[in-house]
């Protein structure tokens, strides 16, 4: 089931298999996040060093047009059509994909992206759909004809109270261990503190968390570089972990890469970055 609340401008959409929340979204739709929007665009600078070109979007927004995405062969001045592949985030701004539809004659917004819940609706086509707000039940009904239903209560208390714990900056793991999480640009820290778990073997612990990890990861959207700091092993032992980390991330919508072991025995994983974070959403 997928489930959808409205709170003014914002539209909080959850992904449950069963009980459980699979994946969450947070959709403002007074400034969206510009994932899949339609630009004309103009080139204002090529940057053979960075191997891509920088476009005027309009409305004093720039994106980045990398040559593997249809940026080789440009030059200043000229106006091609760019859709968003990834929203700004971090500091940086889109990332963009060329597009072959017919330029404009002035950089700006040619047509907004569908927003994360007619991308989940997409890739679950067999999910119902339940919401709580008939006007958004209205503007969705052309795409969305025969799948809605309208709940007064599209969350209920636990889903809820398990949504306001993803604004915290760590999270509880099985047997009483818990994850903190620390975001800076370059990368993200889960750190996972044992200490209320330390009866456990550290090996059968650490096990047992990491389908959790993985679900917190998806669940607050952490992306770009993640270190994760298991807990009481060497980094000899942790090498056991990586079969069972690599198989809980095939789970994941965007499929990370697990690299291994950095030298400090973090496991380090690559998430692709295409909509901002939770925590910049929320705290932004």
Same mark, same amino acid.
């Given at each position: 089931m997928i489930a959808a609340s409205v709170r003014e401008s914002l539209v909080r959409i959850g992904l449950l298999h069963g009980d459980e929340l699979a994946e969450f979204y947070i959709w403002n739709r007074t400034a969206p996040d510009g994932v899949g929007d339609l630009y004309t665009c103009r080139v204002d600078a090529v940057e053979k060093a960075l191997a891509g070109c920088f476009l005027a979007l309009g409305s004093e927004l720039t994106g980045f047009l990398p040559d593997s995405a249809g940026g080789k062969g440009l030059s200043v001045g000229q106006y091609i059509t760019a859709r968003v592949t990834r929203a700004p985030q971090g500091g940086k701004g889109p +990332?963009? /994909? &060329? =597009?072959? /539809?017919?330029?404009? =004659? @002035?950089?700006?917004?040619?047509?907004r992206g569908p927003g994360p819940l007619l991308d989940l609706a997409a890739r679950f086509p067999a999910e119902t759909i339940v919401l709580d707000d008939y006007a958004l039940m209205?503007?969705?009904?052309?795409?969305?004809?025969?799948?809605?239903?309208?709940?007064?209560?599209? #969350? =209920? $208390?636990?889903?809820?109270?398990?949504? @306001?714990?993803?604004?915290?900056? %760590?999270?509880?793991?099985?047997?009483?261990?818990?994850?903190?999480?620390?975001?800076?640009?370059?990368?993200?820290?889960?750190?996972?503190?044992?200490?209320?778990?330390?009866?456990?073997?550290?090996?059968?612990?650490?096990?047992?968390?990491?389908?959790?990890i993985c679900r917190q990861i998806v669940l607050r959207n952490l992306s770009g570089g993640l270190l994760i700091d298991?807990?009481?092993?060497?980094?000899? *032992? +942790? *090498?056991?972990?990586?079969?069972?980390?690599?198989?809980?991330?095939? +789970? =994941?919508?965007?499929?990370?890469?697990?690299?291994?072991? %950095?030298?400090?025995? #973090?496991?380090?994983?690559?998430? +692709?970055?295409? &909509? $901002?974070?939770?925590?910049?959403?929320?705290?932004?």
């Open positions: +990332r963009l /994909t &060329r =597009d072959e /539809t017919d330029a404009g =004659d @002035a950089p700006g917004l040619l047509s209205a503007e969705l009904r052309p795409a969305l004809e025969g799948r809605m239903r309208y709940h007064a209560k599209a #969350f =209920d $208390p636990v889903l809820e109270d398990e949504i @306001a714990a993803l604004a915290e900056p %760590s999270a509880p793991l099985p047997h009483g261990a818990r994850l903190h999480i620390t975001s800076a640009p370059a990368a993200t820290l889960l750190d996972v503190d044992a200490a209320a778990a330390s009866h456990m073997n550290p090996m059968a612990l650490n096990q047992v968390i990491i389908p959790e298991f807990a009481g092993l060497k980094a000899g *032992q +942790r *090498q056991k972990l990586l079969p069972a980390l690599r198989d809980a991330l095939r +789970r =994941d919508p965007l499929a990370p890469n697990l690299l291994g072991l %950095s030298h400090l025995g #973090f496991a380090e994983v690559n998430r +692709r970055r295409i &909509r $901002p974070p939770l925590h910049e959403i929320l705290h932004g």
